[in-house]
């Protein structure tokens, strides 16, 4: 699903050990040990130990405690790692035929949202799916796939085609708000993952990017990412007024699922929903 993988790399998390992966993690949720101890009937002074490294962990208490702190899957599997145990957690392609009934799912959920854009992305924003709304849009602001910049022509990534200065920028009046938010997530995958791996890779090539706020290197990653954004979109006399949600798929037991979301795009007008309510052919690029 994405060309940003890597196999060569070992997360920060492997290497350090599973005590500083807890510590991490405990300390990312706010929970205490004693608050921690308590949510997992585990005693404190076992955590501690493990923490400290003077204890090893079952491979149920890890994934006890993966399960205690909400860890994401893609950490769960390196905490059972770097404990000693094999990864419990796949990591498959959307068009695995065993994830049939998912792609099923996520295409009748596209159809439903037309005319309005809606896409399928993975945790590095890498676009997955994309319903006739969305590719309509793209073609809109961005123009025919060869006419692009070539960075953004030879990647399905949309937080680069945003935060590129030929891709989306010059058409987004909100750009910063809209820009800073995708680059909060990939701020966060890099946090979790460590060096070396593809989130790491991505936010180092989105931050080198010309016209990126200086501020934008070291955000404040303790405040949420918003489920609810609102985004303003101009070219040729044309305004479009859109809010966006973003959806995961409930408790799924797959990393590649676990890390999907589906955004769906809102007209917040009448001109805005008039717009896409024409034609495709009537939309020129």
């Not at 060569?8 to 510590?23: I, N």
């Not at 809109?140 to 399905?156: F, T, Y």
């Not at 995961?248 to 008039?274: M, W």
């Amino acid at each position: 699903m994405s060309s940003r993988t890597s196999t060569s790399f070992v997360p920060t998390v492997v290497a350090s050990g599973f005590g500083q992966a807890l510590r991490f993690w405990r300390s990312r949720r706010g929970m205490s040990q004693l608050r921690m101890s308590v949510d997992s009937g585990i005693s404190q002074r076992h955590i501690s130990f493990l923490e400290s490294g003077r204890a090893r962990p079952s491979r149920e208490m890890v994934l006890k405690l993966g399960l205690v702190l909400d860890v994401p899957l893609r950490q769960r599997n390196m905490m059972l790692l770097a404990a000693g145990f094999a990864p419990l957690y796949r990591e498959r392609e959307l068009s695995d035929p065993e994830l049939r009934p998912v792609r099923q799912a996520l295409d009748l959920m596209l159809a439903q949202h037309e005319p309005y854009p809606a896409v399928v992305v993975d945790r590095l924003w890498n676009l997955a799916l994309a319903n006739g709304g969305a590719t309509r849009l793209i073609h809109w602001l961005l123009g025919p796939a060869q006419a692009r910049a070539a960075q953004i022509r030879s990647s399905p990534n949309l937080a680069l085609a945003m935060l590129h200065p030929e891709g989306l920028r010059r058409h987004v009046e909100n750009w910063r708000q809209v820009a800073a938010d995708m680059l909060h997530w990939v701020h966060r995958e890099a946090l979790a993952e460590g060096d070396g791996g593809p989130a790491r890779a991505l936010l180092d090539e989105l931050l080198a990017l010309d016209g990126i706020p200086s501020d934008w290197r070291d955000p404040d990653l303790e405040s949420r990412a918003t489920p609810f954004l609102a985004i303003r979109l101009i070219k040729g006399g044309v305004v479009l007024n859109l809010f966006t949600t973003i959806t995961t798929l409930g408790t799924p037991h797959d990393v590649t699922l676990h890390e999907l979301r589906v955004e769906c795009f809102y007209p917040t007008d009448e001109p805005t929903a008039q717009w896409f309510a024409r034609p495709a052919d009537a939309v020129a690029p």
